[in-house]
């Protein structure tokens, strides 16, 4: 008989007892064993008497650096992948950390779900590393969930793809996993032991762009007070990931084209180019030759970027893949919830089938975790998906994680459910309904028109509370994070708004 395979065993180093706790619980629900320490002393001790897949350390420690525990494991030519935590904002840190043979970097508070991916992504590596006879390719795609025609299309490219370093430029709706099929280019091309490093174009100040991108030498600009290294800096060896690339202004587009073209940077503050070896992967949800045309984006970068193109197709278009993804996201719920009796009825997959998805996997997992919330027993039935029969839905309303405010089922704002071809507004807004749901001219730019769509009801829901996001945010389903993601998306402002007494809540 087979040997069993081996618990895997993850350690935390870090001398906050309540993160060091967090952290713990999260991981545990997936099934790992999890040591705890809180020194730089202590996590030596233990990590000579125990073998670990995968060390979660903390940069700052009472007795040192985690940056010593890094160090000293790359010197032992230890196995595990070491994950840096690290406060918001000292990135040139994290940068020096995947320069000394960090795996990734995760910036204080830690988002959850980011530290399950991370870890997932590092034990990943690790066994397509070390299993014998195992496909590293399958190992690679296997977090990209589907069988379909279409799904299979994508993986053959994207296997196709990591082969060279042509430049990668990924195409999808919101929620169809680009990140997903950036990561796996990276693992399945011979950089994989290299640093792969996500950047949100849009999430980044236009006046800090150059910065981040290309790093700066101290004293380059006021408060400039130690020289940092760039996100092209940070990829070095491996891949660096342009998300929302369409989002960039045209000053940063020429900057790039050129760091492109010649595999050179010059930090601000210097005066020498410095040759950079990474592989650009850039995703978008835009049309960007509609925006070439319109002159909003770089014919020439474009070209660049678009050596290689991988469209990922909306799940609408892939549904024979969906009782697959069901249960994939089912089992992360199961662990979640310890719920390991959680199923879908064939009632509710069959309601699926006929759900229009216009967040595509996002929102099938949003779907689902409401859909958990509110089933009485662990059998999810189809009235607890909420989801109507005619497949006319926008938008899944997602569970509100607002203290004191209750998850609103669509519909009951009178804004969360509504039929394009039947969608009216009251009569505080007739013009600004006709104009909301108008039928479309022919061919239709979707994208587009779903952002109009989405723009129109945030500005009727924002006026309708005078511009208060938190109220706003009710009467749509959403939190004031997601509000305010939406709001910067469209390009919505609301300068002239009334104060927003919650607004400094988190």
Request: glycine fraction near 8%; include cysteine; hydrophobic fraction near 45%.
């Amino acid at each position: 008989m087979p040997e069993p395979a081996a618990p895997i065993r993850i350690l935390v180093v870090d001398d906050e007892p309540d993160l060091r706790e967090l952290y713990t619980l999260t991981l545990v629900r997936e099934g790992w064993q999890v040591d705890e320490v809180a020194s730089v002393e202590e996590a030596r001790s233990r990590m000579e008497q125990q073998r670990f897949d995968v060390a979660i350390v903390d940069m700052r420690l009472p007795d040192g650096e985690g940056l010593d525990i890094l160090a000293w494991s790359t010197a032992q030519r230890r196995g595990e992948r070491i994950i840096m935590a690290t406060a918001y904002g000292n990135a040139a840190v994290a940068v020096q950390a995947l320069k000394m043979g960090a795996f990734d970097y995760l910036t204080k508070p830690v988002d959850l779900r980011q530290l399950r991916q991370v870890v997932r992504s590092a034990l990943a590596q690790g066994q397509s590393a070390g299993a014998q006879g195992q496909d590293p390719q399958r190992t690679a795609l296997q977090a990209m969930v589907g069988e379909s025609a279409p799904m299979l299309a994508v993986k053959d490219t994207l296997r196709r793809s990591a082969r060279g370093m042509a430049p990668v430029l990924i195409h999808g709706e919101s929620g169809t996993g680009k990140e997903l099929a950036a990561r796996a280019v990276h693992e399945l091309s011979n950089r994989a032991a290299g640093p792969f490093v996500p950047v949100n174009c849009s999430a980044i100040p236009e006046h800090m762009l150059e910065a981040e991108f290309f790093g700066y030498r101290k004293g380059a600009f006021t408060g400039a007070m130690a020289s940092h290294d760039g996100f092209f800096s940070a990829a070095a060896g491996g891949t660096l990931f342009l998300d929302e690339i369409g989002e960039l202004p045209l000053s940063m587009q020429a900057k790039l084209l050129r760091a492109v073209q010649e595999r050179k940077i010059r930090a601000l503050g210097e005066t020498a180019e410095t040759p950079v070896d990474v592989r650009l992967v850039s995703a978008t949800h835009r049309d960007l030759q509609r925006c070439v045309a319109e002159g909003t984006f770089r014919q020439d970068l474009y070209y660049r970027l678009n050596v290689i193109g991988v469209t990922l197709p909306p799940l609408r278009a892939r549904l024979d893949d969906l009782p697959l993804l069901a249960e994939a996201l089912l089992a992360r719920i199961r662990r979640e919830h310890e719920r390991p009796g959680l199923r879908l009825s064939p009632q509710a997959l069959q309601q699926l089938r006929r759900y229009v998805f216009a967040g595509n996997v996002r929102e099938l997992e949003n779907l689902l975790h409401r859909a958990t919330a509110l089933a009485a027993t662990d059998l999810i039935g189809a009235e607890d998906l909420d989801a109507p029969a005619d497949g006319a839905h926008l938008a899944a309303a997602p569970v509100s994680t607002l203290p004191g405010m209750n998850a609103l089922r669509p519909g009951e704002s009178g804004l969360g459910r509504v039929p394009p071809s039947t969608a009216r507004l009251d009569a505080a807004s007739p013009q600004m309904g006709q104009a909301a749901w108008q039928a479309p001219a022919w061919p239709l730019d979707l994208s587009a028109y779903l952002d109009q769509i989405e723009r129109n009801l945030l500005l009727e829901a924002l006026r309708r509370t005078r511009f208060n996001r938190t109220a706003a945010a009710q009467l749509l389903g959403l939190n004031l994070r997601q509000i305010r993601y939406r709001m910067e998306r469209l390009q919505i402002r609301d300068d002239h708004a009334d104060p927003d007494p919650y607004d400094g809540v988190r």
